[in-house]
């Protein structure tokens, strides 16, 4: 049993640090994300009738408006590939080593056999889905 209490706390940790790292990783994004937001509004506000009044002179105001917008379009396109997500290499090796921890545990004890019935992986409100229908199957007695 003590090795079970000692497999339960490497993957309750491992756990913990992908969760931490996920978090670090989703907070990245979001400021990339959001810088690039406030530059796609502010400096294109700015630049924007500066351009289109130089380009006016040489194409015409449509047209002018048009490059303007092409240019728009090409800068939030490099912004928002720099956010896009990346994987982190520190939180995959924490999720490996909790679902690690959690295999050995199913293969000799009885709480390994809960383990199974109540799978790790699945989202909350599956596992709390599955629990209900348990419970109305039990009741029932369908």
């Known amino acids: 049993m003590l090795a079970s209490a000692t497999l339960l706390e490497v993957a309750a940790q491992?756990?913990?640090l992908r969760l931490k790292q996920e978090g670090k990783r989703i907070a990245r994004n979001t400021a990339m994300i959001a810088a690039a937001?406030?530059?796609?509004?502010?400096?294109l506000a700015m630049l924007h009738v500066a351009a289109v009044?130089?380009?006016a002179t040489r194409t015409g105001t449509p047209a002018a408006m048009l490059w303007v917008a092409l240019g728009d379009v090409i800068i939030a396109t490099i912004l928002?590939?720099?956010g896009r997500r990346k994987t982190d290499k520190v939180a995959l090796e924490a999720l490996t080593?909790?679902?690690r921890a959690l295999h050995e545990?199913?293969?000799?004890?009885i709480l390994g056999d809960m383990m199974r019935i109540f799978h790790p992986d699945r989202p909350a409100g599956t596992l709390c889905g599955s629990i209900v229908q348990l419970l109305i199957r039990g009741i029932t007695g369908r």
Do not use: S
């Open 80 to 82: 928002f590939a720099l």
């Open 53 to 55: 009044a130089w380009l």
């Open 97 to 99: 080593i909790r679902r």
């Open 14 to 16: 491992a756990e913990l």
């Open 105 to 109: 545990i199913g293969t000799a004890t």
């Open 37 to 43: 937001t406030l530059f796609v509004l502010f400096a």
